[in-house]
């Protein structure tokens, strides 16, 4: 099974051009049934649905969540597709199994408020207070994930147009900036970004402080510093930023075909959770406006 593997992580990474994350959660998930069937003494080309179910079993024992087991299965089921396809197995052994069912949880958002506060918080009279002031600016401005921000190149921008190029596993989608952002911006690569890096040929258009580019985790970390800052008790990660992001969009009317396509999603459904949101404001405008409310 372990060459079968290695070939279809090699068609998913090459064929496919799946991001890295999704790459590492697709390994992680396939590297784990392969050793529950080598434990099992199991050949992978015989199983069966109620190996299949055993193994759902056994990932229930060891206290593994619906989303993961569910995400667990659809990495299985598209494995085996694939061997079908290459004609190296037979049948599919998920055929026929269901995902457990995941219970929904609305997005963590924060209030245009909180909003204000987190952005405010970088005061731009260095360096680093500019980058931060930029970054922080640019991820509530355009709702991209924090891959996608930090594996963006200066050239990725258009500063005169005022939009941002955002490429993602072989797609490619424009987002507007907004003005606060596009100043921000403009501040940080003119005022800033030329004195942190050390190399003139490092093209990353966020770096850190020693002019590399920026990761994950510094990312993160900065907007866990700025959210201290702010006093603000809610969990705050760059995916809070993209939920804000989309959820004021559609408060204040944005369409939501628009807002599907900045986000990047390949499927409305995935942006329809933010309707929620919208339907709890005009809940609260009906409350107050009609007369038997």
Known sequence: MEKQLKQFFEFLEFGKKLSNNTLQSYKRDLKQFEAFINENKKNYNKLKQEDIREYIKYLHENGKKASTISRGIA????????????????????????????????????????????????????????RDKAMLEFAYATGMRVTEIISLNVEDVNLEEGFVLCRNAGKQRTIPLGAMSLKALKAYIEEARDFLIKDENENA?????????????????????????????????????????????????????????????????????????????????????????
Do not use: C
């Open 205 to 293: 258009l966020f770096v850190n402080i020693n002019g590399k580019r920026l990761t994950r985790q510094g990312f993160w970390k900065i907007i866990k510093y700025y959210k201290e800052q702010a006093h603000i008790t809610k969990d705050i990660t760059p995916h809070v930023l993209r939920h804000s992001f989309a959820t004021h969009l559609l408060q204040n009317g944005a369409d939501l075909k628009a807002i599907q396509s900045m986000l990047g999603h390949s499927d409305i459904s995935s942006t329809q959770i933010y309707m929620q949101f919208q339907n709890e404001g005009i809940k609260n405008v009906y409350k107050k406006a009609h007369p038997r409310a």
């Open 75 to 130: 990495s299985i089921r598209s494995f085996y597709q694939y061997e079908l396809k290459n004609r190296k197995v037979k049948t599919d052994p998920t055929e026929g199994i269901k995902s457990p069912k995941i219970e929904k949880r609305l997005p963590s958002v924060l209030t245009s408020k909180e909003i204000e506060l987190l952005l405010e918080q970088p005061k731009g009279v260095d360096l680093k207070g500019i």
